[in-house]
T-cell receptor, first 117, second 110 residues
Framework: EAEVAQSPRYKITEKSQAVAFWCDPISGHATLYWYRQILGQGPELLVQFQDESVVDDSQLPKDRFSAERLKGVDSTLKIQPAELGDSAMYLC???????????????FGPGTRLLVL | AQRVTQPEKLLSVFKGAPVELKCNYSYSGSPELFWYVQYSRQRLQLLLRHISRESIKGFTADLNKGETSFHLKKPFAQEEDSAMYYCALSGLSGNTPLVFGKGTRLSVIA
C-alpha cells in the first residue's frame, strides 16, 4: 500500500541553524500539505500545494520558513534560522486533486520530530 | 473563526464499557467533520467522516448541528482502541485543509 514518506524522522539542531525536511507524497496525489504539531496540540496547517503552486501559506512564518514543490511531486520545508519555539512534529499529508464538493482523504506521513536546542 | 474543541485530554474506561469522546466545533457555514486516530508508533489516519455515515471498528459519530457537536461513540471499548483521537473539520469544497482539535487520549483498561 502506497504511503507518504518523510525524512529525516528525527532532527536535533541548535538555534540559529538551518534545517530542512523532505516529503514524498503518494504517487498521483496533486495536493500536498505541511502541518506543524506542537506537543499537546493538534496539527496546524503551515502550507498547502496544488501541484507546484502554493494554495495557502497564510500561517507560514515567512521570515524564517520556506516551502517548495518544484516539480509538483516531492516537497521540501526549510527553516532558517531555527528558534527554540520551532521544536515540534512536522507532518506532511497528501490527497488526490478533488473537484467540486468532493473532499479527498488526506493521508499523513510519519512526521519529522524537530528539537531545537 | 474555525475552531474544534475536545474538552478531555485523557479519557480512561474499562474494557467493555461504553466510550464517548466529545467534540464541539465552530464554523461559519456547513463543515465536513472527521475523526482521525493515531495508535502508538503509527501515523495519523482517518477513522471516519460524517458524510460517509459509516461505522468503523465499532465507532460511530453523529453530527448535531444545533449543538455544533460531533461526538465519537462506541458501545463496548476494546484494549486495541487505546490511542490518540483527533476531531477535525474542513470546508465542503475539495481539498481544503483540516482544522484539528487538541486531541483526546483514550486509555482502555483491561
Amino acid at each position: 500500500e502506497a504511503e507518504v514518506a518523510q525524512s529525516p524522522r528525527y532532527k536535533i539542531t541548535e538555534k540559529s541553524q538551518a534545517v530542512a525536511f523532505w516529503c514524498d507524497p503518494i504517487s498521483g496525489h496533486a495536493t500536498l500539505y505541511w502541518y506543524r504539531q506542537i506537543l499537546g496540540q493538534g496539527p496546524e496547517l503551515l502550507v498547502q500545494f496544488q501541484d507546484e503552486s502554493v494554495v495557502d501559506d497564510s500561517q507560514l512564518p515567512k521570515d524564517r520558513f520556506s516551502a517548495e514543490r518544484l516539480k509538483g511531486v516531492d516537497s521540501t520545508l526549510k527553516i532558517q534560522p531555527a528558534e527554540l519555539g520551532d521544536s515540534a512534529m512536522y507532518l506532511c499529508a497528501s490527497s488526490l486533486r478533488g473537484t467540486g464538493n468532493v473532499w479527498e482523504t488526506q493521508y499523513f506521513g510519519p512526521g519529522t520530530r524537530l528539537l531545537v536546542l | 473563526a474555525q475552531r474544534v474543541t475536545q474538552p478531555e485530554k485523557l479519557l480512561s474506561v474499562f474494557k467493555g464499557a461504553p466510550v464517548e469522546l466529545k467534540c464541539n466545533y465552530s464554523y461559519s457555514g456547513s463543515p465536513e467533520l472527521f475523526w482521525y486516530v493515531q495508535y502508538s508508533r503509527q501515523r495519523l489516519q482517518l477513522l471516519l467522516r460524517h458524510i460517509s455515515r459509516e461505522s468503523i471498528k465499532g465507532f460511530t459519530a453523529d453530527l448535531n448541528k444545533g449543538e455544533t457537536s460531533f461526538h465519537l461513540k462506541k458501545p463496548f471499548a476494546q484494549e486495541e482502541d487505546s490511542a490518540m483521537y483527533y476531531c477535525a473539520l474542513s470546508g465542503l469544497s475539495g481539498n481544503t485543509p483540516l482544522v484539528f482539535g487538541k486531541g483526546t487520549r483514550l486509555s482502555v483498561i483491561a
